[in-house]
């Protein structure tokens, strides 16, 4: 059973190059291309295809948003990214939107041939740099989530507040320095999404900081 391939790429040159590749290898039939994402998705269920070379940088649709809209329709249909970019900002929103694979047109023919017939049978092709990248974003720590509860010394600073003392008076009850009890309002303010001191009580009132 041949390979039905979609060829997609706003370039003619590039599908001409590509067809060549193709066909006049027995295990493959180019069933059609297309220049842009809209008519990739359009074409791909039309044609019955079972991969599509996708390039990403295109005009009215891209790679990306046809490779999601293909996975949400046809999702038998793999999807092999062909492009010249190898950026973070191509890869990833690629792979995430579902391509099986993804390799650089600079990729020798034989690895091409190759990586169609993996992505045929549905296992993942990255180009070594692609692989690296996204390795690279996996082991990346994720930025920890902001932090929103008060601590129990912000806490007592906000019930003197609350209570009408100053910024002096507070500091001196607790036996800490006016900019520290400042430097608490600062956090406090962060915390609860306000500006000032009023602000705060109310917030810490309707949040229950406050009895």
């Known amino acids: 059973m041949t390979i039905r391939l979609l060829i997609v790429d706003d370039h003619p040159v590039v599908r001409d190059g590509l ?3 193709f066909e006049g290898d027995p295990d493959f039939t180019v ?3 297309a ?3 809209g008519e ?3 074409r791909a269920a039309a044609l019955a295809v079972d991969v599509v070379l996708m390039d990403l940088r295109m005009p009215r649709m891209g790679g990306v948003e046809a490779i999601r809209l293909l996975a949400e329709r046809a999702p038998d249909i793999r999807v092999l990214v ?3 970019y190898d950026t973070d900002a ?3 929103p690629a792979i995430e939107a579902g391509a099986t694979g993804y390799l650089l047109k600079d990729a020798p023919r034989e690895e091409l041939v190759r990586a169609v017939h993996a992505a045929h049978r549905g296992e993942a092709v990255l180009a070594p740099t692609v692989a690296r ?3 690279g974003h996996v082991r990346t720590p994720a930025p920890a989530p902001p932090e929103t509860t008060p601590t129990e010394r912000e806490l007592e600073i906000l019930r003197l507040v609350a209570a009408g003392t100053t910024n002096k008076e507070a500091a001196h009850r607790l036996f800490i ?3 520290t009890v400042k430097t608490h309002l600062l956090h406090l303010y962060a915390k609860l999404g306000v500006r000032d001191r009023a602000a705060a009580v109310a917030a810490a009132y309707k949040a229950g900081l406050l009895d």
Request: no cysteine; net charge negative; aromatic share 0%.
């Open 40 to 42: 990739a998705v359009d």
């Open 35 to 37: 220049a842009d994402g």
């Open 31 to 33: 069933a059609g291309e």
């Open 177 to 179: 320095s006016e900019a």
């Open 82 to 84: 062909l492009t010249t």
């Open 133 to 135: 990248r996204i390795l």
């Open 19 to 21: 067809r060549g590749v």
């Open 90 to 92: 191509d890869v990833l």
